[in-house]
């Protein structure tokens, strides 16, 4: 059993940044997806075990994941943010790789309970 722990999100008005943290016992990759109300959830980045990450086109130059093997953590940097990323956050792991796009949320075996990150303008 995979556990994730999530850390960060918050408020902060348009323009601002925040950073989202996940630690996780083990994974191949990790991936941080968001759900807004009245929405479906969706797929904002990843970053797999050769640290190739991938972006959804809506946060590419915004938003930057990476990754610290030695804590197995990830973090989620996220500046110039947008009313639109209001949402709450959820990081979730794959122990291995199915062979499906990384922002899928169905090649994700493990999820964390998510953090709230609300911008307003």
């Known amino acids: 059993q995979v556990q994730l722990v999530e850390s960060g999100g918050g408020s902060v008005q348009a323009g601002g940044s925040l950073r989202l943290s996940c630690a996780a016992s083990e994974y191949y990759c990790m991936g941080w997806f968001r759900q807004a109300p009245g929405k479906e959830r969706e797929g904002v980045a990843s970053?797999?075990?050769?640290?190739?990450?991938t972006y959804a086109d809506s946060v590419k130059g915004r938003f930057i994941i990476s990754r610290d093997n030695a804590k197995n953590t990830v973090h989620l940097q996220m500046d110039n943010l947008k009313v639109e990323d209001t949402a709450m956050y959820y990081c979730?792991?794959?122990?291995?790789?199915?062979?499906?796009?990384?922002?899928?949320?169905?090649?994700?075996?493990?999820w964390g309970q998510g953090t709230q990150v609300t911008v307003s303008s």
């Open positions: 970053i797999d075990s050769d640290r190739n990450p």
């Open positions: 979730a792991a794959a122990v291995y790789d199915d062979g499906g796009s990384w922002l899928d949320e169905n090649e994700y075996h493990y």
